[in-house]
């Protein structure tokens, strides 16, 4: 089984992709560094991210909101059950 995680650049019309065997916090926080670094630090970028756990900031594990909110980046998630 393989896993993608994309993001589209709606300014510049471009999908970035990443294809991974597993799918995890580890590997999110991986894609999101990546998408970070194609920004300037000063530029605020937005990732929508669905309810799967891996993309949370729990009370178990706050790593995701920890990075983003310490480089520049708002996560807003879709609610659970929502197409």
């Known amino acids: 089984m393989r896993h993608l ?6 300014g510049k019309d471009w999908m970035y992709g990443h294809v991974r065997t597993t799918k995890n916090r580890t590997v999110f926080l991986t894609f999101c560094r990546y ?4 920004y300037p630090p000063d530029v ?22 920890a990075w983003a909110a310490a480089n520049n980046v708002e996560i807003a998630y879709t609610p659970t059950n929502s197409s």
């Open 35 to 38: 998408l970070r670094g194609l």
């Open 44 to 65: 605020r970028i937005a990732i929508v991210g669905d309810d799967y756990a891996p993309h949370l900031s729990t009370r178990v594990d706050g790593r995701v909101g």
């Open 5 to 10: 995680l994309a993001a589209y650049d709606l």
